[in-house]
C-alpha cells in the first residue's frame, strides 16, 4: 500500500490523496477543502501561515507517506533584492518619514542603492507592473492560492502585466518613485489582497544578513542617533547639510558648521557617519567593493568589534556596549567630544523599539 500527494505544480494548491493500486482515492474536492482549511488557519495564525511556509506539513506528509519521490518540492523561493541588504523599516505602526503622521507600514523596506535588482520572490503571474500611487513603479504577481507579492519604488521594470515568472527572475530595478525619501525596495505579502507580515516568509533566507535582531536594533539606534533617522535614506546622509547618491567610494566631501560656538569641519557621511580616513583604513582591510548600505553596515560593525562591545549587544547588556562605542559616535555618551550626545536612557528606548519588531515570534 502506497500513499500518494499529489500537487497542482502551478499555484502549489493541493489537489488530494490517492492510495496506489486501489479504488480508494481522496479527491479533489476534499483536497480544495483541506487547501482552504489551512489557508484560513494561516490567514488567522501567523505561526501557522510560518509553520505552512516552512513546508512542515509536507514533510509530515512525506513521513507517512515513507516515499518522498512522489512529493512535490515547494521549497521554491528566492530574497526579493541582493542578500544581505539591511532592513530599514519594519512591518508595522511607525511615523511616515514625508508626513509625519503615524501610520501602518504595510510591509519591509530594504536600504538598497538604486539600480540594485529586485527578483520575484515566487513563480506567478505578473498581475500588475506600471505606476501604483504612492508606490511609484510597482510590481504585483499573484503566486496562486491567494498569495501575492508587492515590490515597491522601482526605478525601472523589467516585466510587463500577464508575463510569467520565476523565482530569483529579476523584474525591475531598485529605486525611490513614488512617496519615497531615498532608494529602497518596499516589499509586500498579501494573502486574498490584505498585506501580512513578509519576515516569516523571508526568515528561511536570513533576513538581513546573518545579523542577530539584536545586532540589527544596534545599528538601527547608531543610524539615527548620528543622521535622525534609521531609515533608508540615513545611508546617503552628509554630516551636516544634504545628501549623496553615488555609492560607489566614500564621497569624500568636507562640510563645515558651528557646534556649541566652535567651528567643525568634517567628512563624515552615511549611516554611521565614517570619516574618509576611516574608508581609506577599512575599506582594503574588508575588501568593501563600494560605500553601499551593506558595507557601511559592516564598516560599523567591525569598529563594534574593535571596542568590544559585540559580546555586550549579543547578551543584551546596551549600555556597557552603547558606553564602549562612544568614543568612535559623537552622539553616544562616554565620550568628551561635546557634541550633544543622547541621553543613554533616550538610546535605550529606540533600541527596545526597534528590537521588538525585529524578533519574529
Known amino acids: 500500500m502506497r500513499i500518494k500527494l499529489e500537487i497542482e505544480s502551478n499555484n502549489t494548491k493541493i489537489v488530494g490523496l490517492k492510495e496506489s493500486g486501489s479504488g480508494l482515492s481522496v479527491g479533489r474536492n476534499w483536497g480544495y477543502a483541506f487547501a482552504t482549511l489551512i489557508l484560513c488557519m494561516a490567514i488567522a495564525f501567523p505561526q501557522v501561515s510560518e509553520w505552512v511556509e516552512s513546508q512542515q506539513p509536507i514533510r509530515l506528509l512525506q513521513r507517512l507517506a515513507k516515499n518522498t519521490s512522489d512529493v512535490t518540492d515547494l521549497k521554491s523561493t528566492a530574497f526579493p533584492t541582493i542578500k544581505g541588504t539591511p532592513v530599514t523599516s519594519g512591518f508595522g505602526w511607525r511615523t511616515h518619514p514625508l508626513t509625519g503622521e503615524r501610520k501602518f507600514h504595510y510591509g519591509i523596506d530594504f536600504g538598497a542603492s538604486k539600480g540594485t535588482p529586485i527578483y520575484a520572490f515566487e513563480a506567478g503571474l505578473v498581475e500588475f507592473a506600471g505606476w501604483k500611487g504612492g508606490y511609484g513603479k510597482a510590481v504585483i504577481i499573484n503566486h496562486g492560492a491567494g498569495k501575492s507579492t508587492l515590490y515597491g519604488h522601482a526605478s525601472k521594470l523589467s516585466v510587463r502585466k500577464e508575463e510569467q515568472v520565476l523565482p530569483g527572475q529579476i523584474i525591475g530595478k531598485v529605486g525611490s518613485t513614488g512617496m519615497s525619501t531615498a532608494p529602497h525596495l518596499h516589499f509586500e505579502v498579501r494573502l486574498n489582497n490584505k498585506p501580512v507580515n513578509p519576515r516569516p516568509y523571508l526568515q528561511q533566507h536570513k533576513l538581513s544578513s546573518n545579523y542577530s535582531p539584536r545586532m540589527q536594533a544596534f545599528l538601527a539606534t547608531i543610524r539615527w542617533a548620528e543622521t535622525g533617522t534609521s531609515r533608508t535614506e540615513s545611508y546617503q546622509k552628509l554630516v551636516f547639510n544634504g545628501t549623496f547618491n553615488n555609492f560607489s567610494t566614500h564621497p569624500l566631501i568636507k562640510q563645515c558648521a558651528s557646534i556649541n560656538g566652535k567651528k567643525t569641519c568634517s567628512t563624515a557621511a552615511g549611516a554611521y557617519q565614517m570619516l574618509d580616513k ?27 568589534r574593535r571596542n568590544r562591545a559585540i559580546s555586550d549587544i549579543e547578551s543584551g547588556n546596551f549600555a556597557n556596549a552603547a558606553c564602549k562605542v562612544g568614543k568612535i559616535w559623537a552622539s553616544f555618551p562616554c565620550n568628551s567630544y561635546d557634541q550633544n550626545p543622547k541621553a543613554m536612557s533616550e538610546l535605550s528606548r529606540y533600541y527596545q523599539k526597534q528590537l521588538s519588531w525585529m524578533v519574529v515570534r
Open 278 to 304: 576611516s574608508w581609506r583604513d577599512l575599506q582594503p582591510k574588508l575588501k568593501l567593493p563600494d560605500f553601499s548600505p551593506e558595507s557601511q553596515d559592516r564598516m560599523a560593525i567591525e569598529y563594534i
